[in-house]
């Protein structure tokens, strides 16, 4: 029976064909464990149960801040009330004062702004920040998965080194064998001139020896007629 292959998917979007499975994760390898939906629901999760939790922080805090400044001027009113009563009573001071110049009630809602200004701002930059580090663990690599496809890369330019290493080798018995080739081919023009050569002698002197028959039975006819 066939193992089961995983299911996820490379960075190029190819199939995977490992079948080294994680048992908690349904039929996905350990380098694309973060593929299984039960995963991804697990994480998103854990996400969603921080993002509360920070949520819940943020308000407390802020309630905490509103408490702080609702009693802040309560605080001041008293202690106002308690040094004006242990002074003697003295005579009012006619002071000149500034056209500019803004009355405590004026003042204190301006800091109340002030201050849940400057609260909005941070509550801005910790969503933001939250956000970002949200986006980062989405297509954050574990360690394991960088060891894995580290040792993958190594061995595979391993193999290409050692591959290179028997395409040079090649290359050099080629380029001997076409030296080897073209010695060949220089031999066997040589040989062919040389049987050509030898074939042409051979018919001279195959005709040289139809002529010296011939003249020695004319020799022979001559010597019959004169003996």
């Known amino acids: 029976m066939p193992k089961k292959k995983c299911k996820g998917k490379t ?26 939906p039960e995963v991804k629901r697990k994480r998103e999760e854990a996400k969603a149960e921080e993002r509360k939790a920070k949520l819940k922080d943020k ?7 509103s408490g702080e400044t609702s009693e802040q ?14 002074k003697p009573q003295e005579e009012p001071r006619t002071e000149p004062q500034h056209a500019e110049s ?16 400057q609260l ?3 509550e801005a930059r910790r969503d933001a920040r939250d956000k970002a580090i949200a986006e980062f663990a989405d297509n954050f690599v ?22 290179q290493v028997f395409y040079d ?22 040989y062919l001139t040389l049987r050509g050569n030898y074939e042409l002698e051979k018919k ?17 006819d001559l010597t019959e007629k004169l003996g």
């Open 11 to 36: 960075a190029k979007g190819e199939k995977c064909d490992s079948t080294n499975l994680v048992s908690d994760c349904g039929n996905y390898c350990k380098r694309h464990r973060r593929q299984a």
């Open 59 to 65: 308000f407390q805090r802020r309630n905490e801040d």
């Open 73 to 86: 001027p309560q605080s001041t009113t008293k202690s106002q009330s308690i040094s004006t009563s242990q």
């Open 102 to 117: 803004k009355p405590e009630s004026e003042a204190e809602p301006v800091n109340k702004v002030l201050k849940r200004f």
């Open 120 to 122: 909005a701002v941070n």
């Open 142 to 163: 574990p360690v394991e998965e960088y060891n894995v496809v580290k040792d993958e890369l190594r061995t595979l330019k391993t193999e290409m080194a050692a591959k």
């Open 169 to 190: 080798k090649l290359d050099t018995q080629l380029e001997k064998l076409g030296t080897v080739q073209a010695t060949a081919d220089r031999v066997y023009k040589d």
């Open 204 to 220: 001279a002197g195959r005709e040289k020896d139809e002529q010296i028959a011939q003249l020695d039975k004319e020799i022979a």
